[in-house]
């Protein structure tokens, strides 16, 4: 039977003149209606803004904690297969001989910087804390909370939510678009890399909602991102001497978080407007520059061998246990306080919750590696996109967390850190470390976190804003009108701000996991795609068929 060439092309409606011109109205416009009806109901009613949004990520909690864990399991073994299957890992996400149009170190440092970075300066030190005080092995009296016998099991699930799942599912949606735009032809959108499930069909309304989802979910995974940020950049601001931004325990008060989103949003899209190419790559170098710098002096001046061990045995314990922890779901008896009760709510707070974080902040991640990724092979991709950040992830979580947890365990921090908020933990740890010499050492070390802390969060919040105008352009990656950059850079910092505001950090937790629950089937369906695509791009191939669009050329044609 003979196979047809695969669909190349995808026309999706743009508006030709207007304020609306280059874009998809269908898009843009119901997305932000979307966003601006969430942000007006939780500025004017918090109340029942928190009490419906908090009814509704209970019972998506409750029913579909099972579905949120094993679809990540199933994003991470369908990169991996991808990678060792030699007709898929030799694929270039371009033309063919297509070379990669940046270097190596730009191209970890934008991957690292927009997709996770920022989480770094909050979550290395407050995650494997938080799991050292509790976690299912302390719920069922296997370890002891706050002991050196529940180091090592505190490192597992640390580095089971910030490992090869958080980066499986960015990978997974930036293998998807990169293959359809950079060898089809097709538009750098959502809905292209549908296009072997759904063919023509996505050029109308089944192909609009699929982008609005993808943008709602982007805007809420960054919203996410952007809200424990500010409550970091608040608690730095407070360490170096600004008054007045934070309550006394640690969270931050509405000018706090107005003052922060003000110079985040503003310094973002001021970025924004340069591109990719500009502002983003530089402060994607210079972030990656403070990080080294940074980790360098918790590796060298930090617990140098504790973090050296937990990094090696943590690498250890959590590859042995990958295969138990990618598939169990704890289910409660119902009964509150009892054990399976406290085990079921306990996966409900951390692991539930990071994968439909990851989820939700994949079709932004994903869309922002595919455009820095092309002429890369999947099989260089998936290591680049999966294994090295995850290595990352792994050295700041040993020797930044690592680090805390020593200084409690054997330094005498006496609960300096372990009391402090969590986005106060990094500058309470390096306070402790650097006071005894010199005061001003660690003011200056807050000022060094506070401005790597800023570049992170410019970095994820412009990238957001550029991902979102392309996916609303229908996939156009050229220059956006400044209206939409600055549409779409205040309505991140209200979203922000209102969820803030009504609710603290649990309102956009809530908001988010809610809004990722539709982008995980679309990323389902992403992977059955993409093998699909690959397989009958191996039988065409061995029918002499066209699998290369004639209309993808290289970005300096």
Not at 298 to 322: M, Q
Request: charged share 10%; aromatic share 12%.
């Amino acid at each position: 039977m003979a196979i047809e060439p695969p669909l190349m092309d995808l026309p999706i409606k743009t508006a030709d003149k207007g304020f609306y011109r280059g874009f998809s109205v269908n898009v843009t416009v119901v997305s932000k209606v979307i966003i601006s009806m969430l942000v007006v109901w939780c500025i004017v009613w918090p109340t029942q803004a928190g009490t419906i949004l908090g009814n509704w990520n209970t019972a998506i909690l409750a029913q579909f904690a099972a579905w949120y864990i094993w679809v990540v399991t199933a994003f991470v073994i369908v990169c991996i297969g991808l990678a060792i299957w030699p007709t898929a890992g030799r694929l270039n996400l371009g033309v063919d001989g297509e070379k990669p149009e940046f270097s190596n170190f730009s191209w970890f440092s934008m991957m690292f910087g927009a997709g996770i970075g920022v989480g770094m300066l909050t979550w290395a030190v407050a995650e494997p804390v938080a799991h050292f005080k509790n976690n299912p092995s302390v719920i069922q009296g296997l370890t002891t909370a706050l002991d050196a016998d529940n180091v090592r099991t505190a490192y597992v699930w640390s580095y089971l939510h910030w490992g090869l799942g958080a980066w499986a599912c960015y990978a997974i949606a930036g293998l998807a678009l990169a293959f359809f735009s950079y060898r089809r032809g097709l538009p750098l959108t959502i809905r292209s890399s549908l296009t072997p499930l759904f063919g023509k069909s996505l050029s109308g309304p089944l192909g609009h909602i699929i982008d609005i989802v993808a943008v709602v979910a982007t805007i809420l995974g960054v919203a996410q991102t952007l809200g424990f940020g500010v409550e970091q950049f608040v608690a730095g601001l407070t360490r170096i001497g600004f008054g007045g931004l934070a309550l006394e325990d640690g969270s931050a008060t509405t000018l706090g978080i107005v003052v922060a989103l003000v110079v985040i949003m503003g310094a973002s899209t001021l970025s924004a407007l340069s591109g990719v190419g500009k502002g983003i790559k530089w402060l994607s170098n210079i972030n990656m520059v403070l990080s080294i710098f940074l980790l360098s002096f918790f590796i060298i001046f930090g617990a140098t061998f504790f973090g050296a061990a937990a990094f090696f045995v943590g690498i250890w314990d959590y590859l042995l246990a990958l295969p138990w922890l990618s598939f169990n779901v704890y289910s409660s008896d119902g009964v509150e306080g009892s054990e399976a009760f406290l085990l079921t709510q306990w996966q409900g707070w951390w692991p539930v919750f990071y994968w439909a974080w990851w989820i939700a902040f994949a079709p932004f991640v994903g869309l922002f590696l595919a455009r820095i990724s092309r002429g890369r092979s999947i099989r260089e991709f998936v290591l680049g996109a999966m294994i090295v950040p995850s290595l990352m992830c792994f050295v700041w979580f040993a020797w930044a967390g690592g680090t805390a947890i020593d200084l409690e365990l054997n330094g005498g921090a006496n609960g300096v850190i372990l009391d402090a908020a969590n986005g106060d933990k990094i500058f309470a740890m390096t306070e402790f470390m650097l006071s005894p010499i010199a005061d001003i050492l660690a003011w200056g070390m807050a000022v060094v976190i506070v401005v790597l802390l800023m570049t992170f969060l410019v970095t994820s919040a412009d990238s957001a804003v550029l991902i979102v105008n392309t996916i609303n352009a229908a996939g156009d990656e050229g220059p956006k009108a400044r209206p939409h950059i600055l549409f779409w850079g205040a309505a991140l910092a209200l979203v922000v701000g209102g969820l803030l505001i009504s609710g603290g950090t649990g309102a956009i937790q809530t908001a988010m996991v809610i809004g990722a629950l539709p982008f995980s089937i679309v990323m389902a369906l992403m992977c059955i795609a993409l093998i699909k695509a690959i397989w009958n791009d191996g039988r065409r191939e061995a029918a002499g068929v066209q699998t290369l669009s004639d209309q993808v050329a290289t970005p300096a044609e």
